[in-house]
């Protein structure tokens, strides 16, 4: 069984920055994942990392938004910069272990105009 849980969400006014924070329980060494859901909004992926360090992003954030890892704090990382409003969403940590997936609880990120 793994726990993830998030740290770091927050408000910020546009064009301004913050660092979420997603700790598994267990060392875990697959591809993690960032999804975000807005109000009214389908969930959807955002960041990936597989486990040679491979980042994968989806164009509304690309070169805004930096996915990492630290397997040795069993943890990733979503740099967010130049934030927009319209990336006000819940973020949420996701991985895949032993044939599971786990998500964490979710981080509200508010971005104010």
């Known amino acids: 069984q793994v726990q993830l849980v998030e740290s770091g969400g927050g408000l910020v006014q546009a064009g301004g920055s913050l660092r979420l924070s997603c700790a598994a329980s267990?060392?875990?060494?697959?591809?993690r994942n960032w999804y975000r859901q807005a109000p009214g909004n389908e969930r959807v992926l955002v960041a990936t990392?597989?486990?040679?360090?491979?980042?994968t992003y989806a164009d509304s954030v690309k070169g805004r938004f930096t996915i990492s890892r630290d397997n040795a704090k069993n943890t990733v990382y979503l740099q967010m910069n130049s934030l927009k409003p319209e990336d006000t969403a819940v973020y949420y940590c996701?991985?895949?272990?032993?044939?599971?997936?786990?998500w964490g609880q979710g981080t509200q990120v508010t971005v104010s105009s």
């Open positions: 996701n991985a895949w272990h032993l044939g599971r997936d786990y």
């Open positions: 267990r060392n875990i060494f697959s591809m």
């Open positions: 990392i597989t486990s040679s360090g491979t980042t």
